[in-house]
């Protein structure tokens, strides 16, 4: 069963780099890509990384992925960080096995 | 502008059922497949379904799968959960989301997400 852990949270001052980590349990992380999603309180979810390193157009260039294969993990990181960053964010990816999409736990993100 | 607009959610009965319709514009519906995602009150993110471009093909996570139908209808723009059998566990916000390939076009991911639409399962 693919999984992904996630801390369950971090935090970090403004203007300073957060890294946040998903680490895959089952296969290896490059298998399938990974995407990450930022959800503020009382928002929907939206996609800030796809394809485990691209950016939607209107993603400020602070945010950047990457995936490690010595690890197994996958990051999300962002730079310069502001305090309208602060939400939970939620890496993806897809279990062929069952044709399933699945979440991380999600991390949440404090910026003070 | 891609716009999703979810709607039916309310209070159900366990065993209840319960139709979820999610209203799509600004993008050519027929174009792309369609996911439902949920997310139980103060909880994760939970894939629930999904359906390809042309409705001929469809997913479901284990939890729901023989108790809830995944449905579109490409003229009317608009993607449905029919959701029968409903138990407490099924209680969360359910967003319709648009499926995008990228650019390598291998596997998709969710661009655009409508707003939720909450599901209370209880007696």
């Known amino acids: 069963n693919l999984m992904l852990t996630q801390p369950h949270s971090v935090s970090e001052s403004p203007g300073k780099t957060v890294t946040i980590s998903c680490t895959r349990t089952s296969g290896s992380i490059a298998s399938n890509y990974v995407q990450w999603y930022q959800q503020r309180p009382g928002s929907s979810p939206s996609n800030v990384i796809y394809e485990d390193n691209q950016r939607p157009s209107g993603v400020p260039d602070r945010f950047s992925g990457s995936i490690d294969s010595s690890s197994n993990s996958a990051s999300l990181t962002i730079s310069g960080l502001k305090t309208e960053d602060e939400a939970d964010y939620y890496c993806q990816s897809f279990d062929d096995y069952k044709h399933a999409w699945v979440f991380g736990g999600g991390t949440k993100l404090t910026v003070l | 502008e891609v716009h999703l607009l979810d709607s039916g959610g309310g209070l159900v009965q366990p065993g209840g059922s319960l139709r979820l319709s999610c209203a799509a514009s600004?993008?050519?519906?027929?174009?792309?497949?369609m996911s439902w995602v949920r997310q139980a009150p103060g909880k994760g993110l939970e894939w629930v379904s999904d359906?390809?471009?042309?409705?001929?093909?469809?997913f479901y996570t284990a939890s729901v799968k023989g108790r809830f139908t995944i449905s579109r209808d490409n003229s009317k723009n608009t993607l449905y959960l029919q959701m029968n059998s409903l138990r407490a566990d099924d209680t969360a916000v359910y967003y319709c989301a648009k499926e995008d390939p990228g650019i390598q076009g291998a596997e998709f991911h969710f661009d655009s997400w409508g707003q939720g639409t909450l599901v209370t399962v209880s007696s």
């Open positions: 600004g993008f050519t519906f027929s174009d792309f497949a």
């Open positions: 359906i390809s471009d042309s409705g001929s093909s469809t």
